[in-house]
């Protein structure tokens, strides 16, 4: 009778391995069906990531390498390779491998930089946040968290990176205490689960919303909360069974060891039907769990052991925690945490019982134990604080290139700035060049034309004056003439008055008058005076005016008149009866003109009045 339920667990186990089994054979299916695709490509990633979630470590290696080839022979550098990175770094992060976790994260890095797509650079932070959780550091997690969900373009097409980031986003505010911040962002997750195929991650958000519940309900204890813890835990459970394979073994046996574990801290234990209930998830987890997970080995026999002990059954509560120290013990590398809480049990159990012998066996191996713990942690906190070190040198160094190549970014926009303001500057000078030449040459052109101007301006008054002055000396020489003309009328006509008065004498004294011989003299005079009055007109204007000027003494009337008829050639006899005097008369006459004018006795008066007339 005890082989058969040994055998009904064997049985089952091997049912639940299968059933995940066949899920990779069929993604293997695929593979085989659709070789060197892109489809292909996607689901040896999936495939990997399964292999990963399940501890499958060589398998999921060697699967994410092989996608990582596929995707260089479409190109060197596109979202599937920077997945295949991510997958790769994954892995070793889980493996506490962190410097090969490393390598991968840098080269997802930079080939999520040269592609333009921004959701490869949201694997590649999501890369780097998953070591940085790995290593403790929730500021720097939440960094690159952040960073990759604003690098996701539409979270409805990537629906399963939306989920994981908020699943951990989740569990950095869970650590620090923030239920506002922790229901918020779990919840979100499930959106995200939910759109996504991957029913393990859905399983995993609906066991955390359980626990967000829990924080709830031990603040209020109000029955709403207590049935929200339970109610996202039957759905996690309902979804391995539904779909086999898809959700792991590992999930599934924590989602039963947590309702277990509830019943036994927030409901009536010793109530029959919840102490049967815990006992049914118990067994059901021990039966699905793999045979490396101590963590639900130790909770699930502790909590059978608290059951027999509550029952008063100490030596069944002995066994159970005996079974659990020897599964987890024999181990290659056992979980130190694990062991040490199943010896306290013990302890304690061996003391309520009085055998203080064992109590202290126990409490010996406790100790080395502790021992080992500590040098196992101080090991890994050595090795993550190296890892630390390492990104945070590495992280530094980039941000030194950073910063220098964003130096000599600006020193080159400030370079090509100076060579722009340059260019510009001699645009300017030669086009002011330009302009002042022009300017200069329109300038000279317009003074040259405002001196041409000038010039013909002046050549114009010059004209008008030289005009004028002839117009003036043209009416002086016309007034001249007219005033000779007057002159010489006024001689004639004197003349003509002592003709007639000589008459008239005559006549009075009764004088013998000879008219006839009379007339023909002044026929005589009047010829001889016609020619005269001619040589008058066509004397120079200025004649009497320059016969002023050179004589010393003031010229009377008579003076011109006898000056006029000696420039006129006129002899003795002939001005003597045109003025009806006497030769000797006229000889006198000449005498004091020469005198007037300061003439030496040599000089000739007639040829005097000429050069000066």
């Not at 599937?80 to 770094?89: M, N, P």
């Not at 040490?340 to 126990?362: H, P, R």
């Amino acid at each position: 009778m005890k082989k058969f339920p040994q055998l009904l667990f064997f049985i089952l186990f091997s049912v639940s391995i299968q059933a995940q089994q066949n899920f990779a054979d069929s993604l293997q299916h695929i593979l085989n069906t659709h070789p060197a695709t892109e489809q292909a490509i996607t689901v040896q990633q999936q495939l990997a990531d399964w292999y990963r979630a399940a501890e499958r470590y060589p398998e999921a290696i060697q699967m994410a390498e092989l996608s990582l080839r596929n995707s260089k022979k479409i190109s060197a550098d596109n979202l599937g390779t920077v997945k295949a990175y991510w997958i790769l770094s994954n892995i070793y992060t889980n493996t506490e491998k962190f410097d090969q976790a490393k390598e991968y994260i840098d080269k997802a890095s930079i080939s999520a930089k040269k592609q333009d797509n921004p959701l490869a650079l949201a694997y590649a932070n999501y890369a780097a946040a998953m070591l940085r959780s790995t290593l403790f550091d929730n500021e720097a997690t939440l960094k690159y968290l952040n960073l990759a969900l604003t690098n996701i373009p539409d979270p409805e097409k990537e629906p399963l990176l939306t989920a994981r980031i908020y699943y951990f986003l989740y569990g950095i505010y869970t650590e620090w205490n923030d239920e506002h911040k922790s229901m918020e962002y779990i919840h979100k997750a499930l959106t995200y689960a939910q759109k996504s195929s991957n029913k393990n991650m859905l399983a995993n958000v609906y066991s955390a919303i359980s626990v967000v519940y829990t924080f709830r309900y031990e603040k209020t204890k109000q029955k709403k909360y207590l049935d929200s813890i339970m109610q996202p835990l039957d759905k996690a459970i309902e979804l391995f069974h539904r779909y086999p394979g898809q959700v792991m073994n590992n999930t599934y046996s924590h989602c039963l060891n947590n309702k277990a574990s509830y019943y036994l801290k927030y409901y009536n234990a010793d109530d029959p039907v919840i102490k049967q209930k815990m006992r049914d998830n118990i067994k059901e987890a021990l039966r699905a769990t793999p045979s490396g997970n101590d963590v639900v080995i130790s909770n699930s026999y502790g909590m059978l052991s608290e059951l027999s002990m509550r029952e008063n059954n100490l030596p069944a509560a002995e066994k159970y925690l005996t079974i659990a120290y020897d599964q987890i013990a024999q181990r290659k590398k056992p979980y130190y945490h694990t062991l040490i809480n199943v010896l306290t049990s013990l302890v304690k159990l061996s003391t309520k019982k009085g055998d203080y012998e064992k109590a202290l066996t126990y409490q010996q191996k406790i100790t080395e134990y502790n021992s080992l713990l500590f040098d196992e942690q101080s090991a890994a906190v050595t090795k993550r604080l190296e890892a630390q070190f390492e990104l945070s040198k590495k992280e530094r160094e980039i941000e030194s290139l950073q910063e220098k190549a964003s130096g000599q970014k600006k020193q080159k926009y400030l370079l090509i700035a100076l060579i722009t303001i340059g260019g510009l500057g001699a645009v300017f000078m030669f086009r002011s060049y330009h302009f002042n030449l022009r300017y200069s040459l329109a300038r000279e052109k317009q003074l040259t034309a405002e001196k041409n101007e000038a010039a013909i301006q002046i050549k114009y008054e010059k004209e008008e004056q030289a005009r004028l002055k002839a117009e003036q000396e043209l009416l002086a020489l016309q007034q001249q003439k007219l005033q000779n003309e007057v002159m010489a009328n006024q001689l004639h006509l004197q003349h003509k008055n002592d003709v007639l008065q000589q008459l008239k004498e005559k006549l009075s004294n009764q004088e013998p008058v000879n008219i006839q011989q009379i007339i023909r003299e002044e026929t005589l005079n009047d010829n001889d005076f016609e020619k005269a009055k001619f040589h008058i007109q066509e004397m120079h204007p200025d004649f009497f005016g320059n016969l002023n000027k050179h004589a010393k003494q003031k010229l009377t009337t008579l003076d011109l008149k006898y000056c006029a008829y000696l420039y006129l050639g006129m002899d003795t006899k002939t001005i003597a009866g045109l003025l009806n005097v006497e030769p000797k008369s006229v000889r006198m006459t000449k005498y004091r003109l020469k005198q007037k004018f300061d003439l030496d006795a040599e000089k000739d008066l007639v040829n005097y009045i000429k050069e000066i007339g």
